[in-house]
């Protein structure tokens, strides 16, 4: 007989639960552990898997541009800037303002689908789930130092679970996003970590730049507002001028690092504004004046998406607060500029009154913020904020806890999918490009050319067409003395031979990005139509018209910017890992 078998079933029982314990604190463990993470994500995308995608607000927006950017790749065009699919077909410079992390995700997902038609369906259920995944990892690394692994796996998996992660996957299906789910956690890290760091706070402010721009103006305003309060707090701790300016220093040029590493984007999109109709982003209803909490509109549709999204920003205020109380009836408060709970308390404060109409004045006055659209966006910044306070509220967690990680997104996913979903079936145009075929669509307002009428566009039958003067309509049929050599999403090639001069038109809006050459030589001066369609004067005889998008001088600028910040980007980290390998090596 086994000595063991001879011991009391109490001291074998002990035995066994020590065994346990230290398989549970061994280092494979505390690895495996961390899978709750993406098994949260995965639970929060079996619906999805059951029943098929949720065919919510964007859902089309998205899905196009990831067809459009796997043709671009298909032809040859790393890097798109015309969408092709956009504007019944005259296209618009989609990849010019939106920003390219989503839309390069989902391209390279729809072209590894494309291997075999039986994925293609799942691609947006794949983008969320690793999006999903990737932003659980991300509240790890900002629960993680603040609390134990097991809390830290705990808060991550409730960020993956929040209303708000949730009526985004399900209801808006806002893929961009929740891209920037990803980065928010990653900014307060940086933010509320006792010694501040330019590059820290630079990186996630450029992946925000580079995945939606809403959240990266609701970023750079998070960074300023955690600036104003330590830099009070500072300034009450040490009363030294010059500390105060030296952390204010920092702060602003973190922004500016960040923003030039992004600016390869950012300056093309802000200096072309004034090529397109941006202003219509926030026309009507789509203004932050008209979607304060609950308010109320002439359209009962967009009311009923107001109602739900500001029940979702109540339940994560409601939420955040609970654990800011908790944590503040936990320890006492010392200073603001080492304690992460003054600062999350004055950010969420903050957030409530953006949303409510009292903060009318700010959109109107500070730059940019009417371009968020909706104010409860802020409540992507806030769910990183809960997670946050979540584990400031938290005793110790023992391993047992972990349970609750495997059984929270359990019981929340289904109730939110259920809540939120959006049903596909009576839309031919998402059943199209749920199988990688992509379809003509209307005009993107805030995209379409600034002199440019799209009111008519969707009936123009032709591709090309000969005109005598600028506004003559097309023709019932393509003129036989104009021959498409070539034509793809940014190039195109054409041959014509015609006896007297005249105009070739193209349905394809006349962009400044456009370089037009008729027999070797570049077109200028091209003449205007009133629905901004491409105008271009022909010579008598045989000619040969070459039309592809080039890069103006604001993308060299951009590009250069972004590579000079790339390089010192790697000095800093390279310098700061060799100063951090000499402190190792000092330290016995």
Not at 570 to 588: C, E, H, K, T
Request: with cysteine; net charge positive; hydrophobic share 50%.
């Amino acid at each position: 007989m086994n000595d063991a078998d001879s011991l009391p079933p109490s001291t074998r029982l002990q035995s066994l639960r020590n065994s346990c314990g230290r398989l549970a604190r061994s280092p494979l463990s505390q690895k495996l552990s961390l899978l709750l993470i993406p098994f949260a994500a995965f639970i929060a995308i079996v619906p999805l898997l059951r029943d098929g995608c949720s065919c919510g607000h964007d859902f089309d927006f998205h899905l196009l541009n990831w067809i459009d950017v796997a043709e671009h790749w298909r032809v040859g065009i790393l890097y798109p800037h015309w969408m092709h699919w956009g504007a019944w077909l005259a296209g618009e410079p989609r990849f010019i303002f939106y920003p390219p992390l989503s839309w390069l995700l989902g391209g390279a997902l729809t072209s590894l689908a494309h291997l075999h038609p039986a994925w293609l369906p799942s691609v947006a259920i794949a983008y969320s789930f690793l999006v999903m995944s990737a932003a659980g990892f991300a509240a790890y690394a900002l629960a993680h130092t603040r609390a134990s692994r097991t809390s830290a796996i705990l808060a991550a998996v409730l960020y993956i679970v929040n209303p708000y992660m949730l009526f985004v996957v399900y209801e808006r299906t806002a893929y961009a996003e929740l891209l920037a789910a990803v980065w928010f956690p990653l900014l307060l890290l940086a933010l509320f970590a006792e010694e501040i760091s330019i590059v820290t706070i630079a990186i996630p402010i450029a992946l925000l730049w580079l995945s939606n721009a809403p959240a990266a103006v609701m970023g750079c305003y998070t960074v300023a507002l955690i600036a104003i309060v330590r830099l009070i707090s500072h300034w009450r701790a040490t009363r030294n001028r010059s500390n105060v300016l030296h952390l204010a220093t920092k702060y602003f040029l973190a922004l500016l690092f960040g923003i030039s590493l992004a600016a390869y984007y950012v300056l093309p999109a802000a200096y072309e504004r004034r090529w397109v109709q941006i202003q219509s982003v926030i026309a009507g209803n789509l203004s932050p004046f008209n979607n304060f909490l609950f308010e109320r509109t002439t359209d009962a549709e967009h009311d009923a998406v107001l109602y739900t999204a500001s029940w979702v920003a109540i339940s994560v205020l409601a939420m955040t607060a609970v654990f800011l109380l908790a944590a503040a009836l936990k320890k006492p408060a010392t200073r603001l500029d080492k304690n992460p709970l003054g600062p999350a308390l004055f950010l969420t404060a903050t957030i409530f009154i953006l949303l409510i109409p009292i903060s009318s004045f700010l959109y109107r006055i500070l730059p940019n913020l009417a371009y968020l659209q909706f104010p409860w966006r802020f409540i992507a910044v806030l769910a990183a904020v809960t997670v946050l306070a979540f584990v400031l509220a938290l005793p110790a967690l023992r391993r047992r806890w972990l349970l609750a990680a495997l059984l929270l997104p359990l019981v929340v996913a289904p109730i939110g999918y259920r809540i939120f979903v959006q049903s596909c079936e009576d839309d031919d145009e998402a059943a199209l490009e749920l199988r990688g075929i992509g379809v003509p669509t209307e005009p993107t307002d805030e995209y379409t050319p600034i002199n440019a009428d799209a009111s008519q566009l969707h009936l123009v039958p032709q591709t090309f067409w000969l005109a005598k003067i600028t506004d003559d309509p097309p023709t019932t049929t393509p003129p036989a003395a104009v021959t498409l050599q070539h034509g793809d999403t940014e190039n195109y090639r054409l041959t014509t031979n015609i006896a007297t001069p005249t105009l070739l038109v193209l349905r394809l809006w006349d962009y400044p990005g456009w370089r037009v050459s008729v027999n070797g030589r570049e077109v200028t001066n091209r003449p205007r139509r009133n629905d901004g369609l491409l105008c271009i004067p022909l010579p008598v005889g045989r000619s040969t018209v070459e039309i592809h998008f080039a890069r103006t001088f604001d993308h060299i600028l951009g590009q250069l910017i972004s590579a000079i910040a790339l390089v010192l980007l790697v000095i800093l980290l390279r310098r700061n890992a060799l100063a951090r390998r000499r402190l190792s090596a000092s330290q016995p």
